[in-house]
C-alpha cells in the first residue's frame, strides 16, 4: 500500500504533500510558503505576492513558513513574514506548516493570529515542548529522527492519535520505514495508521 508523506521535497512522490521550490505548481498535494532562509529583506512584498499566484486548486497548506534563530534574516522580518503568511492562510483557508528553530515559544504566540491548523514539520525536540505546543493546538510532524530517537519514540508512543503526522522532508529514506516503525511503538497495524493520518488530514484541510 501507498503511506502519506505529509512533508517531503521529491517530485516524483505524489502521495504526500510536496514543498513547491520556484516552479510550476504540479497536478498532486503541495505546499507554497517562504521559509525563513528564503526571506529577501528588499522584496518580501514581491515574495508574498509571487506566493499567492502560486495558490491553486492543488495547494494543501501553506509553507514551510515560520521563525529560524540560526539564519541571517532579522528576527522582525521574520516574525513579518510568518504574520503575512499566517493571514493569507486564514484568507484561503489552508492549514499552515510551520519550520521552526530554537522558536518554539515565539511561534506559539502567534497561534492566536491562526484562524487555521498549524503543523510543526520535522519535530525533534523535548517532551516538555511537545506538550506545550499541544497543549496550544499544533499539530505535529516527525522525521527520520524517529527511527533511532528514544525520547521521540516515547513522544510518538503517547500523543494523541489525531494529532500527528508522519514525513520524509528532504531525508533519503523511504516512508514505509517510518510507518513500520511508529505501528511498532503504537501497537497498532501499519494500515490502520496510514488511515489515521488520512483521517487528520481531513480534519486539519476540512475544520
Not at 76 to 82: K, T
Not at 156 to 183: M, Q, R, W
Amino acid at each position: 500500500m501507498e503511506f502519506f508523506d505529509f512533508h517531503h521535497h521529491k517530485k516524483y512522490i505524489r502521495n504526500g504533500i510536496y514543498n513547491l521550490a520556484k516552479e510550476i505548481p504540479p497536478d498532486f498535494p503541495y505546499s507554497v510558503g517562504i521559509h525563513p532562509n528564503d526571506i529577501d529583506v528588499n522584496n518580501l512584498k514581491e515574495q508574498l505576492s509571487w506566493m499567492r499566484s502560486m495558490i491553486s486548486q492543488n495547494c494543501f497548506a501553506i509553507g514551510e513558513c515560520g521563525l529560524d534563530s540560526l539564519v541571517s534574516a532579522d528576527e522582525n522580518l521574520q516574525n513579518e513574514a510568518f504574520l503575512q503568511q499566517i493571514m493569507i492562510a486564514n484568507e484561503v483557508k489552508k492549514p499552515i506548516i510551520i519550520h521552526c528553530v530554537r522558536k518554539f515559544y515565539e511561534v506559539i504566540s502567534f497561534r492566536k493570529k491562526a484562524e487555521q491548523p498549524m503543523i510543526i514539520h520535522g519535530f525533534n525536540k523535548k517532551k516538555q515542548i511537545a506538550e506545550d505546543l499541544l497543549a496550544h493546538n499544533f499539530y505535529l510532524s516527525f522525521g527520520k529522527a524517529v527511527l533511532y530517537n528514544l525520547s521521540l519514540q516515547e513522544i510518538l508512543k503517547n500523543i494523541p492519535p489525531d494529532k500527528f503526522f508522519l514525513e520524509t522532508d528532504n531525508e533519503d529514506f523511504n516512508i514505509e520505514e517510518l510507518y513500520f516503525k511508529v505501528s511498532e511503538i503504537r501497537g497498532i497495524s501499519p494500515e490502520d495508521l496510514n488511515e489515521q493520518i488520512l483521517h487528520n488530514l481531513y480534519s486539519i484541510r476540512n475544520g
